[in-house]
Nanobody
Framework: QVQLVESGGGLVQPGGSLRLSCAVS????????MGWYRQAPGKQRDLVAR????????NYADSVKGRFTISRDNAKNTVYLQMNSLKPADTADYYC????????WGQGTQVTVSS
């Protein structure tokens, strides 16, 4: 059974940075395109960043383009999301999963951007 464990969230001031990590166990991680999704209170869960199986290709939602960077380390079965220039609108629970999502969701990690 695949397990996803997200970490790295927290409270940060506008303009600050956070680095999220997602450790994956129970599957052949390198076989899957991976993504970071987020869900703000009362809203649907949306894909904000995706990375190809080998890590060479990335794609971002317009709302985070130029501020967020997704990467992966297949040797460590981990995907990362570097978030810079954070805005209050980035406040959400963040999750990783395949693209499109195929696995059960992890617990997520909460990101709050507030002064």
């Amino acid at each position: 059974q695949v397990q996803l464990v997200e970490s790295g969230g927290g409270l940060v001031q506008p303009g600050g940075s956070l680095r999220l990590s997602c450790a994956v166990s129970g599957s052949i991680f390198g076989d899957y395109e991976m993504g970071w999704y987020r869900q703000a209170p009362g809203k649907q869960r949306d894909l904000v960043a995706r990375v190809s199986r080998g890590g060479a290709r990335t794609n971002y939602a317009d709302s985070v383009k130029g501020r967020f960077t997704i990467s992966r380390d297949n040797a460590k079965n981990t995907v990362y999301l570097q978030m810079n220039s954070l805005k209050p609108a980035d406040t959400a629970d963040y999750y990783c999963n395949t693209v499109p999502n195929e696995w059960s969701w992890g617990q997520g990690t909460q990101v709050t951007v507030s002064s």
